[in-house]
């Protein structure tokens, strides 16, 4: 439950970099801050939450270019910036996830991260970010309908 929670933190931060045009890291930084001031209705996190929450939103800040290509390429009828944000920031941290995590299976990725559409998407999210996230999955060779799972 910890992941789980931690990658709700990690989208959070990253949704906020997204509109705000900064960076996932420092949007992070004000999770945490605003956790602790009490400024939200959420507890404070965990550290094992808030260290798999960095862990994600630095791969993705880092990574950010190689990630957005492997989601263009996979989307098969939209361009990233035609995406809603939501959906769209769901993907990069999946993406992110897959592609540089390999401790964490792809299955729980993609699973988390339809999880992740289901709660803060619209009704249409959840089948989308399926659908993107195992194309991806089957471009890096890691899953998907296309490859057995390694």
Known sequence: MARRKAREFAL???????????????????????????????????????????????AVDENKEEIDKLIDGASKNWRLVRMPTVDRNILRLAAGEMLLMSDVPVSVSINEAVELAKRFGDKE???????????????IGRGGRHHSQS
């Open 12 to 58: 959070k931060a990253l949704y906020q970099a997204d509109v705000s045009e900064g960076v996932g890291k420092d949007a992070l930084g004000g999770l945490w801050a605003g956790l602790l001031d009490g400024e939200q209705d959420e507890k404070p996190a965990e550290a094992d939450e808030i260290e798999f929450a960095e862990r994600l939103v630095g």
């Open 125 to 139: 999210s959840r089948a989308f970010v399926n659908g993107i996230l195992d194309r991806i999955a089957s471009i």
